[in-house]
């Protein structure tokens, strides 16, 4: 079935990485994508993987896939306070995007 | 361009009345998405449109909700008869092409829908 799977909570202190992992279950997806949701906002897109790639680097951030577990992850190097929110994985179904329940990371000063 | 517009803000309405959620997507995307956001259940595609027809609603929960989208600048989600168990955020979304094609999703602001 369609099930993308995160963890809810991740805490990290300001200046560390942070890790963000997520399991998919469909392995025709295209891409990959990671969305990030501010209180109060929509989401809004922060990276995305074809799925042919294994990593994907873009300034602070770095996408890892390993195709064969099905797993996605994503790092933020130097975790900043504005980066508390909710962080949201997502695979490409036939015709639809396919969200995962959301990571909520909190960022101590 | 202004991004996908959700109106109302929020919402909050009695058990039994019937809400109208409101977007118009990004000009020139054909293809528009309604979401549900709970805590419990997290991101829940609701319905799809591709070119103003809907492809997929089997995420609709009941035959309370309705989807239409008259033409590609609008579209609205109707709740009638609206229950407490209805309060959520909905989110409304678009893109220029459909999912396969690497084309990112442009969420709305969404709807704070509370049903007393």
């Known amino acids: 079935g369609e099930d993308v799977e995160q963890s809810l909570f991740l805490s990290v202190r300001e200046g560390d990485s942070s890790v963000i992992n997520c399991t998919y279950t469909?392995?025709?997806?295209?891409?990959l994508y990671w969305y990030k949701q501010e209180p109060g906002a929509g989401l809004q897109l922060l990276t995305y993987i074809f799925s042919n790639m294994d990593m994907k680097q873009d300034q602070r951030l770095t996408v890892l896939l390993n195709k064969k577990d099905k797993h996605l992850s994503l790092r933020i190097a130097d975790t900043q306070t504005g980066d508390s929110a909710i962080y949201f994985c997502?695979?490409?179904?036939?015709?639809?995007?396919?969200f995962g329940t959301g990571t909520r990371l909190k960022v101590l000063a | 361009d202004a991004g996908v517009i959700q109106s109302p803000r929020h919402e909050v309405t009695e058990m039994g009345q019937e809400v109208t959620l409101r977007c118009k997507p990004i000009?020139?995307?054909?293809?528009l998405f309604w979401y549900r956001q709970t805590m419990m259940r997290g991101l829940e595609l609701l319905i799809y449109f591709n070119n103003n027809v809907p492809i997929d609603d089997s995420g609709m929960p009941e035959d309370r909700f309705s989807a239409k989208m008259p033409n590609a600048s609008f579209s609205t989600l109707k709740i009638q008869p609206s229950e407490p168990r209805d309060s959520a955020v909905y989110f409304c979304?678009?893109?220029?092409?459909?999912?396969?094609?690497?084309?990112?999703?442009?969420f709305g602001s969404g709807t704070q829908l509370s049903v007393l």
């Open positions: 997502a695979e490409t179904g036939t015709y639809k995007y396919i």
């Open positions: 000009s020139g995307h054909n293809s």
């Open positions: 979304a678009s893109s220029l092409l459909g999912p396969q094609s690497g084309e990112k999703l442009f």
């Open positions: 469909d392995s025709s997806s295209t891409y």
